[in-house]
């Protein structure tokens, strides 16, 4: 993404005067959301709302814990179709999610960005967005996982 375009308050990219460039794939979100158990979903809708966002607090993730006795490592993979949903894949189309965990426990959902017409070189990976995620949250200690 260069200088002139950013994300809305609806995971949207758009250019400096606001014109829409690529839309949050609500669909794909939504999908994988119905996909996870009943009490994961209440959990999650409360949080986001209409607008998912890729940051879940310590808090949201002990709750989500608490509800399925998985381990931070278990639910990470659990939670990766979500992050998933965040990729911009015009060229391979290949859609990788990353979640990275801060040694605060918050989770930071990130995801492929690929580039037409240029080199598939200049991919920002998955892990490599959940690490910008967390940089740019002001939020994140240490990535521990």
């Known amino acids: 993404m260069n200088t002139n375009t950013k994300f809305d308050n609806k995971s949207n990219i758009v250019n400096k005067n606001n014109k829409l460039i690529k839309s949050f794939n609500h669909t794909l979100w939504n999908e994988q959301l119905d ?24 808090e949201i993730i002990h709750k989500l814990q608490q509800a399925s006795g998985l381990t931070q490592a278990e639910l990470g993979l659990l939670l990766l179709p979500l992050a ?60 521990s996982d």
């Open 35 to 58: 996909k996870l158990p009943n009490s994961y979903q209440k959990i999650l809708k409360e949080h986001f709302s209409d607008t998912p966002v890729s940051f879940l607090s310590a």
């Open 84 to 143: 998933t949903s965040f990729a911009v894949a015009p060229v391979s189309n290949f859609f990788v999610g990353a979640i990275a965990f801060d040694s605060e426990g918050n989770a930071y959902f990130g995801a492929n960005f690929e580039f037409a017409n240029t080199h598939i070189g200049q991919t920002i990976h998955a892990e490599q967005s959940a690490q910008c995620v967390a940089t740019w949250s002001e939020r994140a200690c240490v990535i």
